[in-house]
């Protein structure tokens, strides 16, 4: 089964309440955000955001440049149908983050749990060099994964685990980790799940 259909499969079968990285609100990335400078005139792309809330809170915060990409159709569909009409205010965009092009660049760049399944290092390469090209000098990236202690799976994938700093040496020196948060997430059924979360910039 490709990456594509096992996320499309997920998602059309489970609820969000069988999710286990569901949360109603992602406090922690809106935090980080802030802490880069997010303002309602920021653009913001939101790696891999599922059926998350991140772009309802940022639609509150009434910015009008945000993009959310997903692997999977029907998660976008799902987000996309949340919203009912955001007006282009929300670029909705099915790609697999690892060969996406794009020529636009952006303010912030956010992930939460995206990053940990890519396991292969030429992937980890690939998305490194996109996120790279998609951030404006000066603009930051906020990446949640597994923590060192977190689960070595999810939802029947192989993640890698690592901790601010590790995640800051497979970003390399172009980035320079600001700041991180370490996060014990509960999923919808109450388990623990032990995450980090980390605001880099993209060097001047
Ligand atoms: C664990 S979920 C996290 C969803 C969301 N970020 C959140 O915090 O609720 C992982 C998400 O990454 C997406 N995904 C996995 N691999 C991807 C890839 N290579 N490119 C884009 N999205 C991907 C999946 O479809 C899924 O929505």
Redesign the pocket.
Known sequence: MS?KDH?DTIYGQKAEVDLS???DDPTVSLDLMLEAGLTSKSSVID??????RVVDRLLELELCDISV????EC?IASAQGRQGDSGPKVNWIV????TWETSRVFDIWHD???FH?LVDPMEQISYVERLYNCLDLGGHAVIATFALDGPKK??GLDVMRYSPDSLSEVLGSRFTLVTHRFHLHRTPWGRAQSFQYSLFRKQL
């Open positions: 990456k996320w990285w569901h949360q790696i891999g955001a599922g059926t998350s990409l997903d692997l999977s998660a790609a697999d983050v690892t939460r749990a995206v399944f999810c939802s």
